[in-house]
């Protein structure tokens, strides 16, 4: 169902080659209608959309942040200096290129160097006993002797 249901909100919207005339209505039009519909919406099992989805779900963070910039680039920057039909093409590619060019240099290297800064983390807060009785610290904080009481764990430490 939900093909469909892009294709009927999509394809209007580009039928007229000067849409963006009026373009915010038309895309709070379909931002609507698939809101409306994504109850509707069943899981995918196909195995030949959830790969590709997986894919695109890896590389997405990447699309969010380069997609204005090859918008920009693409249909304003070359608007008076390719013909449409090759700014396409240079909007695809940069709209897949950067993303993949930005996540294997950039965010799948940071994503390893925080999984080591986290397991280091872990590995100095399982040793400790302040942070192993962190909760007992916060309702000894309350007391009248939460000084002592905070100071000897300190010490045990």
Known sequence: MWPAVV????????????????????????????????????QITNRWITRP??????????????HFFCIWFCFE????????????????????????????TLEEPLIRVGKRVSRRFEEITSRSKICRAGSFSVLAANCRESLAVLSLIKRQA
């Open 7 to 42: 294709i009927l909100a999509v394809v209007p919207c580009l039928y007229k080659q000067n849409f963006l005339a009026d373009y915010r209505l038309k895309a709070w039009l379909v931002c609507l209608l698939l809101g409306l519909t994504a109850p509707f919406f069943a």
């Open 53 to 66: 989805a997986h894919l695109i779900a890896k590389y997405s963070y990447g699309v969010y942040l380069t």
């Open 77 to 104: 920057r070359l608007h008076a200096v390719l013909p449409r039909v090759l700014r396409l093409g240079v909007f695809a590619g940069l709209l897949a290129g950067l993303p993949l060019l930005f996540y294997h």
